[in-house]
């Protein structure tokens, strides 16, 4: 049982990391650390319990009743207690330290409850849902038989079978070498693939990890190894930022924006191919920060209109200028711009068509007074040989 001194203890501590502006779920205090002790020392010991991630020191306090110091640590992870050891031995020798952990280890039934909540909330369901779940052969809803058993076909009924999950195709080679290997994919195309699959795709973090993995070789997969190396349980999108750091262009989003707003229509270049090139250039510039995601449309149209040098009379037909102010999505907008386009070239295909017509029927009625024309100097030239015979 905790005496009155130790919650004392531990109320001062959560005052600590209330002051320090930090997680308790993220957070930890070290004891009986030797005052001669460096910051870089106790990060590379703390650091050796891989459940922790990497951690930083955020405070130091002095232990005046032991003469050594409280160290406030600050982990990327979230704190485990029962994956953390109670006390740590130094990396150079010596007492090893205590560990103070903010948050208390979970009981094995309040576990099941946050899992069984955490599942039902990732599944879109509710506590009523798994009620109409229960069978009428067991009228006891409460009693763990019936619970179990509205486990169960909530399972089957929600989780999907391996095939669909698989079904999602796999990532395109890719190596980071250029130019770009003939079968290989550039880096843009093989990040956009990247970001699709750990959005999309319902199998296991695991399971991402090891796709993309599959898909690298070379000096993409050397950045792999290092990433593993460094944080073993680093995620999917770990991956796939380190490999754009790595080999994409080092470009902020305020560069990425400008060059947005510098765009304009080429020659020759139809309005819908323009927006989506503009549409390339925008995704670009809300994953690096350049611009906020709900301004995007607004972002959209106003480069549209601006930079569509060849389309003004498809911008008035489609209102544009007038719409800035409530912007279609991008969508929306691409599927009115191809109608136009659309209407436009039948229109001028209706056009053609009725002028080689009008062409054709002119051709034809010149042809017909010609040869009127030659009977009537035929009939004149045997009227005046008559004439010259009389005579």
């Not at 693939?193 to 997969?221: H, N």
């Not at 030239?381 to 005579?391: I, T």
Request: aromatic fraction near 4%; proline fraction near 5%.
């Amino acid at each position: 049982m905790a005496t009155q001194a130790d919650s004392q203890l531990a109320a001062k501590l959560h005052s600590w990391c209330s002051e320090a502006c930090l997680d308790p779920n993220h957070a930890f205090v070290l004891f009986d650390v030797p005052t001669n002790t460096d910051q870089a020392d106790i990060e590379e010991t703390v650091q050796t319990v891989k459940a922790l991630g990497r951690v930083k020191v955020r405070d130091v306090q002095s232990d005046i009743q032991t003469g050594s110091n409280l160290v406030l640590c600050e982990c990327r992870e979230v704190v485990q207690p029962d994956r953390i050891p109670p006390q740590l031995q130094p990396v150079k020798g010596g007492s090893e330290w205590k560990i103070f952990l903010f948050n208390e280890p979970v009981s094995p039934a309040e576990d099941f409850l946050a899992k069984l909540n955490k599942l039902m909330t990732d599944e879109g369901k509710s506590v009523n849902d798994v009620q109409a779940m229960l069978t009428t052969e067991t009228p006891q809803g409460s009693s763990p038989e019936s619970i179990i058993r509205a486990v169960g076909d909530l399972l089957g009924k929600t989780m999907r079978p391996t095939s669909e999950n698989n079904a999602f195709r796999r990532l395109r080679m890719f190596s980071g070498n250029l130019p770009t290997p003939p079968g290989e994919e550039s880096l843009d195309h093989w990040l956009e693939q990247a970001y699709l699959m750990i959005e999309e795709c319902d199998c296991s973090e695991r399971e991402k990890r090891k796709r993309i993995v599959e898909s690298l070789k070379g000096p993409a997969l050397e950045i792999i190894q290092a990433v593993r190396l460094n944080d073993p349980d680093a995620g999917p999108d770990c991956y796939v930022k380190a490999l754009e750091s790595a080999f994409g262009t080092p470009v902020s989003g305020e560069d990425l924006y400008f060059a947005f707003r510098s765009l304009h229509q080429q020659s020759g270049e139809k309005l819908s191919d323009f927006l989506r090139r503009l549409e390339r250039s925008l995704i670009k510039v809300v994953q690096k920060a350049g611009l906020l995601s709900h301004r995007a449309d607004h972002a959209r149209i106003h480069q549209l209109i601006r930079g569509a040098t060849d389309s003004d009379m498809m911008l008035l037909q489609l209102r544009l200028r007038e719409r800035k102010e409530k912007p279609p999505t991008f969508l929306k907008l691409l599927n009115e711009i191809r109608e136009g386009e659309e209407y436009e070239t039948a229109r001028r295909k209706l056009t053609t068509t009725v002028r080689q017509v009008q062409v054709r029927d002119q051709a034809n009625t010149k042809a017909t007074e010609d040869q009127k024309l030659k009977a009537e100097i035929q009939e004149l030239r045997a009227e005046l040989g008559e004439l010259r015979e009389k005579q």
